[in-house]
């Protein structure tokens, strides 16, 4: 509870020097719309349903997009991380496509995908893959050679040395992967959807711009920061069930 309490004393006090900034008028409403104000457009989103919506819409996405990642990424990290040669020979261009960002290629991928689903599940793909592809790879690299060797000794093969060995040894990188992924996922998607979309929070978010209406642009912000800590949350919850190790971290 003591940690609690001091988690919440640096958002609180922001919030009281919001209010006081804006109940002195310092800035015009239309500029930096006051906490009430805020407070009122999300309760008129949740209460016609529109924010429900265009809040499950997005979440849809990034858990397909997420779960499209993890499939891809993790079987690649373990053959690159296995695999010499195709460390070598692939490395090169993997370095080069981390370093694009997703967004810089939206308009390629708008051309090449359209508008619908499948250019915003790209993006989020493109924006969750590198994270864990990487932690996967470095995980499995990182593995103790005596412990491939003493397996090798008991005669276990390739697949039972990556199941009992260097899957286990590189669990705690991919754990962080997925961690580091989910959250680019999100953040990614709140991008893709400012840009060419027509439902979502971030569409909710440009449409409230063109509109005029900084409070609900604002309260858009403030349900994009919650739901990704409550997706943090979620995730090392449900991490903490499956595996009990983790919790000693």
Known sequence: MKKLLQGLLI????????YAVTRMQV??????????????????LTASGELAKHLS?????????????????IPLGIVCGRSRYFYTYCWFLLEFLRHVPPLAAIPLIILWAGI????????????SFFPLFLNTCSGIRNCDPKLLEVGQS??????QLIRH????????????????????SWRALIGAELIAASAGIGYLILDAEEMSRPDIVLAGMLCIGIIGSILDWAFLHVLQRMIPWYQKK
């Open 11 to 18: 958002p609180i006090t922001l919030l009281c020097l919001w």
């Open 27 to 44: 800035f015009n409403t239309y500029l930096l719309p006051s906490p009430g104000m805020v407070w009122d457009a999300l309760a008129e």
């Open 57 to 73: 819409i997005s979440l849809r996405r990034v858990f397909l997009g997420f779960l499209l990642s993890a499939c891809t990424a």
């Open 116 to 127: 619908d689903e499948a250019s915003k599940l790209t993006i989020i793909f493109l924006a």
């Open 154 to 159: 008991l005669g276990f093969s390739k697949a």
């Open 165 to 184: 060995i260097q899957l286990p040894t590189a669990l705690e990188s991919i754990v962080t992967g997925l961690q580091l992924s989910l959250g680019y």
